[in-house]
């Protein structure tokens, strides 16, 4: 067995599981490895569950000029546990001519291949669960899974709404998982591996006391801007949650879902939230690195999950304020915008890569022409299909036949 | 014996998905059993340690073929039908195909040297990166090749699915609407 790490503040968790480890006989070590890591990622990303459902129940509540849940607790700070209790004690209603078998599993499927996602996600440094030497690729094999079980859950349940939020669903997460790909490609175009210990390692480096973050560079940010919007879509967020759709097919594909079941359905759609936010922050926003040196005594496990919440209050935010796209709007966007602004941010990084760094003999000259290329070669793009898309289109003011 | 038990369970997982594929009697749940069929391949060939082909075929299979069988079934036949198991009188020709099928490839591998241990060349350091310069260098024609088909198949496909522009006639109001 290996030497115990020294018990810094950085390392803590790994020194805990470590000693854990130790401290058992040898036959149970590897079982106790195992569990240690599943237990832990179980155990935080549940309480991170109930906490953001918190936050963007008392945060969408202002948004829209209200209070938000403001009884159970000081403040309403207890309401996850009421949720949970509440949804612990309802019936579990299954409907008579559904597919029982298959409407029992889905929402097991579902929560499985979410919480597997995290298994290549390094929440710290030393602290990724399975380092493997393919972890971009394991992520979005395993976010295949939960394609299937949405489809399971509207299929099962013998409901036509359900079918339909199925169908909705499956539409969107296979238009918006090739431009999500296609913006993680030039990051491992350019980290030149899938590790995604290996990518945040790359990020971690610092010239004059700044990281080299891929969202610092002109590609780089361009493609996280693409990888958030896809994420948002891939995730049924707002305003991409037509697969739910209240006013017209009333809840998609888990509306025959009831009591602890929703729940967990519930739960499986922020888990995929944080697993593909956590991929964001590895690829582009230097993972559990620190952006400047002189923060770099932070724990680097407070970095990642700092930087979680600022994008899952984004996430808020934007649900908050935006409405939600139709369903030609949201195939046109990932086809005609989304496919090829993510080409483009591919071709910008080839570029990046190869411009020299030095031009003339001067390091900085090199790098504000490295600079300007990539930013045109992505911003021009953007212009253009923007215009050409607009093109042809008149906005003007709505008539409300019926409301006034 | 600590690589042989994950691996019985795995082929166990594989078959039952096969046979259950085969005698279910609904489409939709022979297209899930078929699914973990996939799977279980997939974690065979992780299994073995090689990674990329399991990922690879976890993407290609669960992800794109099963959801695409799903919805060819979903769009064509309603999926609703109870059909009976076909016990079709082609059965014992079936089974005698499946049986040299087997046999010839259980010679293949039993012949190709493979199946012993000190025939296997040891797996290159980093594997991700050593397959990824094969293929960029060394079969970097056959991945054109195919991308140019692959190309040239999904644009046969729109084609194939768009809808023929008619002469404006009266009788077809709705495909002279913009």
Same mark, same amino acid.
């Given at each position: ?12 968790? *790994?020194?805990? =599981? ?10 149970f ?14 155990? *935080?990303? +549940?309480?991170l ?8 129940? =008392? !945060? ?15 403040? !309403? ?8 209790v ?15 078998? *298959?409407?029992?599993? +889905?929402?097991?499927?579902? *929560? ?15 602290? $990724? ?9 394991? @992520? ?16 099962s ?10 169908m ?35 990020q971690?480096?610092? $010239? ?8 610092? $560079?002109?590609?780089?940010l361009?493609?996280?801007?693409? &990888? %958030? ?23 998609g594909? &888990?509306?025959e ?5 929703? +729940? ?8 995929? %939230? &944080? ?28 970095? @990642? @999950?700092?930087k979680l ?13 935006l409405?939600r796209?139709?369903?030609?709007q ?10 090829? %602004? ?17 031009v003339?003999?001067?390091?900085a ?24 898309l ?15 | 014996?600590?690589?042989?038990v ?9 078959l039952?998905?096969g046979v ?6 609904r489409?939709?749940?022979?297209a899930?059993?078929l ?20 990922? /690879? ?69 980093e594997?991700?990166? /050593? ?25 046969? /496909?729109?084609?194939?699915a ?17």
């Amino acid at each position: 067995m290996t030497a115990l790490p020294a018990p810094t503040a950085d390392q803590i968790w *790994v020194w805990i =599981k470590a000693w854990l480890v130790i401290h058992t006989p040898a036959p149970f070590q590897a079982l106790v490895s195992i569990v240690c890591i599943v237990a832990a990622i179980i155990v *935080v990303f +549940a309480s991170l569950f109930a906490l953001t459902v918190l936050l963007e129940r =008392k !945060g969408l509540g202002r948004i829209q000029n209200r209070y938000g849940p403001n009884r159970v607790g000081p403040c !309403g700070i207890l309401q996850p546990i009421a949720d949970a209790v509440k949804s612990l004690t309802k019936e579990d209603i299954v409907p008579r001519s559904a597919d029982h078998v *298959v409407h029992y599993l +889905a929402p097991l499927v579902l *929560v499985a291949a979410s919480f597997l996602a995290y298994a290549v996600l390094p929440i710290g440094r030393n602290m $990724t669960a399975v380092n493997l030497d393919a972890g971009v690729l394991f @992520f979005f094999a395993i976010g295949a899974a939960s394609e299937l079980a949405v489809f399971m859950a509207g299929w099962s349940s013998r409901n036509k709404y359900s079918l339909l939020g199925a169908m909705r669903a499956i539409a969107q997460m296979v238009s918006y998982e090739v431009p999500l790909i296609l913006s993680s490609i030039a990051v491992v175009m350019i980290a030149g591996t899938l590790s995604t210990s290996a990518i945040v390692h790359e990020q971690a480096r610092t $010239t004059h006391g700044i990281a080299h973050w891929y969202a610092f $560079t002109p590609w780089g940010l361009a493609g996280f801007i693409l &990888f %958030m919007i896809a994420a948002t879509a891939v995730t049924n967020r707002s305003p991409f949650d037509l697969p739910e759709g209240e006013s017209e097919i009333i809840a998609g594909y &888990f509306i025959e879902y009831s009591g602890f079941k929703f +729940a967990l359905f519930f739960l499986a759609e922020y888990l995929e %939230m &944080f697993a593909v936010s956590g991929l964001g922050i590895t690829l582009f926003l230097g993972g559990w690195s620190s952006p400047v040196s002189f923060l770099a005594w932070i724990p680097s496990w407070i970095w @990642f @999950f700092a930087k979680l919440l600022v994008l899952i209050c984004c996430f808020i935010w934007v649900r908050g304020t935006l409405p939600r796209l139709r369903m030609d709007q949201l195939m046109n966007f990932a086809w005609k915008f989304m496919l090829p %602004m993510t080409l483009f941010v591919i071709l910008s990084a080839g570029i990046w890569r190869f411009l020299p760094v030095t031009v003339a003999g001067s390091a900085a000259l090199g790098a504000v022409v490295r600079w300007l290329v990539c930013a045109l070669v992505v911003l021009l793009p953007y212009g253009t299909l923007a215009r050409t898309l607009e093109s042809g289109r008149k906005i003007e003011k709505r008539e409300y036949r019926f409301a006034d | 014996m600590r690589t042989t038990v994950p691996f019985l369970i795995l082929a166990v997982l594989t078959l039952a998905g096969g046979v259950a594929a085969m005698t279910l009697r609904r489409l939709v749940h022979c297209a899930l059993a078929l699914t973990v069929s996939f799977a279980g391949l997939a974690a065979l060939y992780l299994n073995l340690g090689a990674e990329f082909a399991g990922l /690879a075929q976890l993407l290609v299979y669960v992800g794109a073929i099963a959801i695409l069988i799903v919805f060819a079934i979903l769009l064509t036949r309603g999926g609703d039908d109870k059909a009976e198991p076909s016990f079709s009188p082609a059965g014992p020709a079936g089974a005698v195909l499946a049986l040299a099928v087997f046999a010839v490839l259980a010679w293949a591998v039993e012949t190709s040297g493979l199946a012993h241990p000190a025939a296997i060349p040891a797996a290159p350091p980093e594997p991700m990166r /050593a397959l990824g310069f094969a293929l960029m260098q060394r079969y970097v024609l056959p991945l054109e090749v195919i991308g140019l088909m692959l190309t040239a198949a999904m644009i046969g /496909a729109v084609i194939l699915a768009l809808r023929e522009k008619r002469p404006q006639t009266p009788e077809s109001p709705r495909s002279a609407a913009p």
